[in-house]
């Protein structure tokens, strides 16, 4: 008996060797999957230290761990990991007003107000430094303007351009043209205008109200004008534009809803030339912080002044869809357009209108790179196709139009790149260059230009 008493004794002894030896193991390998994190972290390898991080149970009380937890988990882009990580870090140390900071930084930029406002009071009652309760206060007055914002953008642009009446966003080209009853061979002419420089000024005003609920509506009102002058060529050409439009949206989490209305008006060819009018609702969606999605459908009344261009009234209708990719301060942009156009047919007019009913497809790629010392790289490219319901025509010997078995089609390409800086706080000098190429079989159409221009942009 005695003897099996020190055989037992004997294996308790060695159970608890045995328990004793798989506890140190376990530490061991929790010690070092925790050095293991913090060696990527100083890599700057975040995906691997975030595991190890996940890995390292027996570290979860060390605040210094949790903080590095959560800063892999922002460096990767993943804002609410990042939040859950500092919130960790408070249920620890509760007074950590480093942390808390940060925090409410974390819930202003994801739209959690009410997070930030409550977290805000909560440290104001703690006994904090003077420049504890000054950073405080500088979150308090962010938030309120974020929900109460006015800013003003002043931009002046000097330029080359080689074909000054040819302007890609307007067909006011071929309506000048027939307007005057030109024929084709003498329209032609107008594809080649004479190159000019130019001088262009533009203002902007902007106003954004927003609700102090967490999901609210909003209201924003902008205006833009411009004015184009050319110093080589025919004061006709200078071209003078505003913009007004108000917008009324609701924002739920990552979600806005938009209801845009806009006018705009343009004085050109020494007449205040057309006006319009739009209604654009859009769904727009921000998804893992980096991409931002947007639909939009837009209605657009085109109303020309002059009597002999009325008959070139229409009506747009739009569908586009769009996406941004954001990495860093960088992005990438892509958008696809379908435009349906409409001549208004109850217009009063002597002759009915050429070149109006269309369909066109647009492409619009572009993206913005930062490269080195503050140098900011912009590059765009626009193609568009557009199909018009009409036929060709042209005019005989005797004067008279007839119409080509052909269908007009208009191929429209714009490629773009500039190079900007910040040279003071709010001022922004910038060098761009963009051609455009419209290739088609209406030879009053096919044209093309370059476009080179300084700009100097100051906001407030």
Not at 109 to 124: C, H, P, R, W
Not at 253 to 280: G, M, R
Request: charged letters at 25%.
């Amino acid at each position: 008996m005695k003897i099996k008493i020190d055989i037992l004794k004997g294996d308790k002894k060695m159970i608890l060797k045995f328990l004793l030896f798989i506890l140190l193991t376990i530490n061991l390998i929790a010690q070092s999957s925790y050095e293991k994190a913090i060696t990527a972290y100083n890599n700057g390898e975040y995906a691997k230290a975030t595991i190890l991080f996940k890995q390292s149970k027996e570290e979860y009380p060390n605040i210094d761990m949790q903080i590095l937890w959560a800063k892999s988990e922002l460096a990767l882009g993943r804002v609410q990991y990042a939040i859950a990580g500092y919130e960790r870090v408070l249920m620890l140390e509760p007074t950590n007003i480093t942390i808390g900071i940060e925090l409410v930084k974390l819930y202003l930029s994801s739209k959690q107000e009410e997070d930030a406002k409550y977290l805000i009071k909560e440290f104001q009652k703690q006994d904090i430094t003077q420049k504890q309760y000054e950073l405080l206060e500088a979150l308090i007055v962010t938030q309120k303007q974020k929900l109460d914002k006015f800013s003003t953008l002043l931009s002046i642009k000097m330029g080359y351009d080689t074909n000054v009446a040819s302007t890609p966003q307007r067909s006011d080209l071929n309506m000048f043209a027939q307007s005057i009853n030109l024929d084709e061979n003498q329209s032609k002419m107008l594809a080649t205008i004479d190159d000019s420089f130019y001088s262009q000024a533009l203002v902007s005003f902007n106003y954004f109200h927003d609700l102090q609920e967490k999901d609210s509506w909003f209201f924003e009102t902008n205006f833009l004008g411009t004015i184009k002058l050319n110093h080589n060529i025919s004061a006709k050409y200078d071209t003078k534009y505003f913009k007004i439009s108000s917008i009324l949206g609701y924002k739920i989490s990552d979600i806005t809803l938009s209801l845009p209305i806009s006018y705009d008006s343009t004085h050109y060819l020494n007449k205040n030339l057309l006006y319009s009018y739009a209604l654009s609702p859009s769904l727009s969606t921000v998804f893992q912080s980096k991409y931002i999605l947007n639909t939009t459908l837009k209605v657009q009344k085109k109303n020309y002044i002059p009597e002999s261009m009325r008959s070139y009234d229409s009506t747009n209708y739009t569908t586009e869809i769009s996406l941004y990719y954001l990495f860093g301060e960088n992005y990438l942009f892509g958008k696809l357009s379908y435009e349906k156009t409409e001549a208004n047919k109850n217009t009063a007019q002597i002759f009915p209108p050429k070149y109006i009913d269309s369909n066109t497809i647009i492409l619009s790629l572009a993206n913005k790179y930062n490269l080195y010392a503050g140098y900011i790289l912009n590059t765009t490219l626009l193609l568009s196709f557009k199909n018009y319901d009409e036929k060709l025509y042209a005019k005989d010997s005797l004067n008279h139009y007839f119409f080509k078995t052909d269908k007009r089609k208009d191929i429209f390409q714009n490629i773009g790149f500039g190079v900007s800086k910040k040279i003071f706080k709010d001022t922004i000098v910038a060098i761009n260059y963009k051609f455009s190429r419209n290739i088609t079989d209406y030879k009053m159409a096919d044209y093309q230009k370059n476009d080179i221009s300084i700009r100097l942009d100051y906001s407030f």
